[in-house]
């Protein structure tokens, strides 16, 4: 099984700052790597895959890059509607996810 | 828009048989491209894949469940199931049903139904 690792597990931050997520991999998957969010009461929601591509209709503050085992999500201006858990979910060799890490707006 | 809905009795005793069926609307559940799974979050744990299958029956699973988990497709109705079999407290869980992009990532999901375990 491959292990994605998250950090951090929790962060706050401010509307307007800028946030990074890390993700790693225990073995490379090249860019086999997506990212969701998941908000209170909502499916969760595809934002970036194949490690660096943007889905149809997320906002542009939202990118990703990384590839090999070291991966990351960045949200560039922090918005109030950001508030939620960011996954990040390896497909090199079936699914699997990493722990999740909850987005607080301080 | 595609929409998923999971639907299925929020309550299943141990050892018995949890069955969930998720309804596919505003879009195919027939495509070559993409297959239909489901997913998993036990409380405090990582999302965790269950299975995933085509419309055409070509199914894939969680190596760590395959011998407890069926999915199946019902085309005609524009759903998919799955079955998880002999079930205990550590099944409790929100169960997502999911179209993904062949076996890579996932595009859309339901927003998740809570199934719990107990007697």
């Known amino acids: 099984d491959i292990q994605m690792t998250q950090s951090p597990s929790t962060l706050s931050a401010s509307v307007g700052d800028r946030v990074t997520i890390t993700c790693r991999a225990s073995q490379s998957i090249s860019d086999w790597l997506a990212w969701y969010q998941l908000r209170p009461g909502k499916a969760p929601k595809l934002l970036i895959y194949k490690a660096s591509t943007l889905e149809d209709g997320v906002p542009s503050r939202f990118s990703g890059s990384g590839s090999g085992t070291e991966f990351t999500l960045t949200i560039s201006s922090l918005q109030p509607d950001d508030l939620a858990t960011y996954f990040c979910q390896q497909y090199n060799s079936f699914l699997t996810f990493g722990q999740g890490t909850r987005l607080e707006i301080k | 828009q595609l929409q998923l809905q999971e639907s299925g009795p929020g309550l299943v005793k141990p050892s018995e048989t949890l069955s969930l069926t998720c309804s596919v609307s505003g879009g195919p559940i027939i495509t070559s491209s993409h297959c239909w799974g489901w997913i998993r979050q036990a409380p405090g744990k990582e999302l965790e894949w269950l299975g995933s299958?085509?419309?055409?029956?070509?199914?894939y699973y969680n190596p760590s469940l395959k011998s407890r988990v069926t999915t199946s497709v019902d085309t005609s109705n524009s759903q998919f199931s799955l079955r998880l079999t002999s079930v205990t407290a550590a099944d409790t869980a929100v169960y997502y049903c999911?179209?993904?992009?062949?076996?890579?990532?996932?595009?859309?999901w339901g927003r998740g139904i809570l199934v719990t375990v107990s007697s």
């Open positions: 999911v179209r993904g992009r062949n076996l890579q990532y996932l595009d859309s």
């Open positions: 299958m085509y419309f055409s029956g070509s199914t």
